[in-house]
């Protein structure tokens, strides 16, 4: 239901403060008629009253609402009044009012599952700029502030208390053009700017201890996207959505953000604060399946608990997440990617202090890099329940690997570095050689510096005894071969299309 609610949310703010550019005339009657058009196509019931006074059509008493599903509740919007005027250009101004509710209602079984809130949208009171015409509009809008601030909240009928919850988030200096194509699909390409972006969110239990605030801030937030919606939007059937041309396409970056929390909860304090140096954040979805990519450049976060004995701080040049994965069911071989960046961890000399109090480890910042692409087939369509609980009791497979490449391997730490690449196929026909993976065919090409050195430290340190570093290193020297460079080792581990497995031409399996 909150998945919903959030596109609900977004679909509201969106016909609220989109913005598009255009080259011919546009009517007020005709912007109106295609936002209720849209409203409708989207699961919208729309209410109002108009009138037409000169070049002004007022919208009176609006109100769009659109039920959750399996009647878990309902999520509407609604405006006192909404002025269109036309500028005499070609333009038509839209004017709302400088604050409207938003309420959400959510109906559960139990007691106190039956609850309804209000948001408040909040802005300068500044126009939308609307342009061009009936088939493709443009929404230029700009605005000192918009707020969206949690109101009253009800459960059962009854009013919580205003300090149980809050939640407030405001953007400063926004600006944002939206290019509206209308007929058959309608098509968006949206670019926004902000100077920032606050929240302040907190809680309160009142029949517990549990409680905790939290707020921070993005700087220079910028967004650029497009995105294709069908006709009739189904929200109730993902697949159909994706076939009928449902995609989303959008980036969004900020360069700097900060934030702190503290809370409390079972007896137990914590708090924290964290900083970067900005980042991005990439969706695109479409029929050809899901990407999705984040990454944060030099996160630091310091926090404090109550059954920590000091203040721990951690940092990192970067973090970073990438997935590209198939959506559809499709016997064809689709691509798929997954990617995780943790590089230049840095653990604060008082952390290595407990583990290494007399400094043998060298302290330099640990990194892991996995970068993974490939091939394979998905046999199941996720959307279909029946084929979904199909796969959950073994009735069927869910998909196949048909093939796999290591694009990149970095794991260092402690003074010890591996790093690696691979290609490999798979045969799903042969499940028995590899105890039901499909055998793998193909090489992998690693190398290791600097693990003799860190076995050494091991054992000074009393963590590793000489006969456990014996056995590594009886392992190293069967799996490796010396390369160039001390302390170095570089293995090549190869898969054979007969089920063999070699370690530098040397059979293991």
Do not use: C
Request: proline content about 4%; hydrophobic content about 40%.
């Amino acid at each position: 239901m909150s998945v919903f609610l959030a596109r609900s949310t977004a679909a509201a703010l969106l016909l609220a403060f989109s913005s598009q550019s255009v080259f011919a005339d546009v009517t007020a009657d005709e912007v109106w008629a295609d936002w209720k058009a849209y409203m409708t196509s989207t699961g919208y019931e729309v209410t109002a009253s108009e009138s037409r006074a000169g070049d002004t059509l007022t919208v009176s008493g609006f109100k769009a609402s659109m039920a959750f599903p399996e009647e878990d509740g309902a999520f509407t919007f609604s405006m006192p009044e909404l002025t269109l005027t036309e500028n005499g250009d070609g333009t038509v101004n839209v004017v709302m009012p400088k604050e409207f509710p938003m309420t959400f209602r959510a109906a559960g079984d139990g007691k106190d599952e039956n609850i309804s809130g209000e948001l408040l949208l909040t802005h300068d009171g500044a126009p939308m700029i609307v342009s061009g015409d009936a088939s493709r509009m443009t929404y230029d809008y700009a605005t000192s502030v918009m707020d969206l601030t949690l109101g009253k909240i009800t459960a059962d009928g009854d009013k919580l208390p205003e300090d149980m919850l809050s939640f407030t988030m405001s953007m400063a200096d926004v600006a944002s053009k939206t290019v509206m194509t209308i007929g058959g699909p309608r098509s968006y390409v949206q670019d926004m700017t902000a100077g920032s972006l606050s929240y302040d969110v907190a809680f309160d239990d009142p029949e517990s201890d549990d409680k905790g605030a939290f707020k921070g801030m993005l700087q220079n937030l910028s967004f650029t996207g497009d995105s294709t919606i069908p006709e009739q939007l189904d929200t109730d059937d993902f697949a159909a959505m994706i076939a009928a041309g449902f995609s989303v396409d959008g980036s969004f970056a900020y360069t700097s953000g900060s934030g702190s929390g503290s809370g409390s909860g079972d007896g137990e304090e914590f708090s924290f604060e964290t900083s970067s140096q900005g980042g991005d954040l990439t969706v695109k979805m479409t029929g050809g399946g899901l990407h999705y990519s984040v990454l944060q450049k030099q996160p630091n976060i310091s926090f404090t608990a109550s059954d920590l004995p000091f203040p721990v701080s951690l940092s990192m040049a970067e973090t970073g997440f990438n997935l590209e994965m198939p959506l559809a069911k499709s016997e064809a071989e689709q691509d798929f990617a997954l990617g995780i960046t943790l590089r230049d961890f840095a653990v604060p000399d008082m952390l290595w202090g407990m583990v290494d109090p007399t400094g043998v480890l060298p302290r330099d910042p640990a990194s892991i890099v996995i970068d993974l692409a490939g091939k394979g087939r998905v046999l199941a369509d996720m959307f279909n329940p029946e084929e979904m609980e199909a796969v959950e009791m073994g009735d069927m497979m869910p998909g196949e690997l048909n093939a796999l490449t290591i694009r990149e391997l970095l794991v260092s730490a402690a003074g010890a570095r591996l790093t690696g690449t691979g290609d490999f196929t798979f045969n799903n026909a042969d499940l028995e050689s590899f105890d039901g993976m499909p055998a793998p065919a193909g090489v992998a090409k690693l190398t290791l510096t600097g693990a003799n050195g860190l076995i050494d430290s091991l054992i000074k340190m009393g963590m590793l005894t000489d006969q456990d570093a014996m056995g590594a290193r009886m392992m190293m020297g069967m799996f490796g071969v010396p390369g160039e460079g001390e302390d170095t080792l570089n293995s090549e581990i190869k898969f054979t299309e007969e089920g063999q497995i070699l370690a530098n031409g040397q059979r293991i399996k």
